[in-house]
């Protein structure tokens, strides 16, 4: 799951997030009380804003979770022990997708 993030954009709405990663805010919720690398504000009302870093690390999660089949506590032990080579495998895996994206749709316009 790839969200698009927007650059003059500082936070995501729970709603936002739901939709793009295609789950209920209840899940979001669920993992922003479950992992320590989540920190989303919250506004006025109470409701949780993510900032892009979040984002990225709700992709992460997603793909550990969702994609690969970690449990929860697998992917908290996986997220702490080597956060960052997973963060570089994940982001390689990002952008590599992105370009298989972009070239489909060169060869479409072929």
């Known amino acids: 799951m790839h969200i698009e993030l927007q650059p003059d954009k500082r936070y995501y709405s729970i709603g936002e997030?739901?939709?793009?990663?295609?789950?209920?805010?209840?899940?979001?919720?669920?993992?922003d009380g479950e992992f320590d690398i989540l920190k989303p504000k919250k506004n006025a009302k109470g409701n949780?804003?993510?900032?892009p870093e979040d984002v990225k690390n709700l992709q992460l999660?997603?793909?550990?979770?969702?994609e690969r089949g970690f449990t929860l506590e697998g992917a908290k032990i996986h997220l702490k022990e080597g956060q960052k080579k997973t963060l570089d495998k994940f982001e390689i895996?990002?952008?590599?997708?992105?370009?298989?994206?972009?070239?489909?749709?060169?060869?479409n316009e072929l």
């Not at 997030?17 to 993992?31: D, E, M, P, Q, T």
């Not at 999660?61 to 969702?66: A, S």
């Open 48 to 51: 949780r804003m993510f900032t």
């Open 93 to 107: 895996i990002r952008k590599l997708e992105s370009i298989k994206k972009e070239l489909i749709e060169i060869k």
């Open 61 to 66: 999660i997603f793909h550990l979770v969702k």
């Open 17 to 31: 997030i739901a939709k793009a990663f295609n789950v209920n805010a209840s899940l979001i919720r669920f993992w």
